[in-house]
Structures are given as structure tokens and as C-alpha cells.
Nanobody
Framework: QVEVVESGGGLVHPGESRRLSCAISVSDFSFYDLAWYRQTPGTQREWIAGETESGAITYADAVKGRFTISADNAKKMLYLQMNNLKTEDTAVYYC?????????WGQGTQVTVSS
């Protein structure tokens, strides 16, 4: 059974940084497309950053230049470094791993940006 577990959320002030982590228990981690999404109440889950199994990285405009996605294949971990956080970044952040029609999600981790 695949487990996806996010961690690292919490309360931060505007302008501060935070690093989210995601542990993904799949045997062939390096063959997955990986991504981070976020969601606020009453809205659809929003894709914000992704890294394909070939290493191509893309970002949503809302986070480009501030957030960095990275993966550690040996540790089977996905990370999201978030810098210069803004109040509008407040959301539940979700990790996603996808391959060949299989789509795995974690339970999410809350990030609240507030002064």
C-alpha cells in the first residue's frame, strides 16, 4: 500500500520561508511524476509545482521565483522550499505522485501565512 505523508506546515509571517516535505512509499520512486498542489476552502485544488520523472520542472505563475520543488530519489522524498511567503499562500498543501494512471495523494499539511 502506497503512503504519501506531507509535513512541515505551520504558521509563518509574511516574508518568511518554510520547507515542506513529503515521504512517498513507492518502490520505483524515480519513475513517478511528482507535484505539489494547494487548496483553500471553497476552491478547487490548484497545481503549483511539478517535476516529471525525466527531471523537467515547472511552476505556476503564482509561485514562480519564490518556491522551489526538489526530489531526493534515494530518500523517496519530495520537497517544496517556499520563500517570501505571502498571505495568499495560506492553504492546505498536498503532495502528489503519478504514474501510468495511478495517482497518489497525501493528507495535506496546513500552511498559514499571517502577521
Amino acid at each position: 500500500q502506497v503512503e504519501v505523508v506531507e509535513s512541515g506546515g505551520g504558521l509563518v509571517h509574511p516574508g518568511e520561508s518554510r520547507r515542506l516535505s513529503c515521504a512517498i512509499s513507492v518502490s520505483d520512486f524515480s519513475f513517478y511524476d511528482l507535484a505539489w498542489y494547494r487548496q483553500t476552502p471553497g476552491t478547487q485544488r490548484e497545481w503549483i509545482a511539478g517535476e516529471t520523472e525525466s527531471g523537467a520542472i515547472t511552476y505556476a505563475d503564482a509561485v514562480k521565483g519564490r518556491f522551489t520543488i526538489s526530489a531526493d530519489n534515494a530518500k523517496k522524498m519530495l520537497y517544496l522550499q517556499m520563500n517570501n511567503l505571502k498571505t495568499e499562500d495560506t492553504a492546505v498543501y498536498y503532495c502528489n505522485a503519478a504514474k501510468a494512471g495511478n495517482n497518489y495523494w497525501g493528507q495535506g499539511t496546513q500552511v498559514t501565512v499571517s502577521s
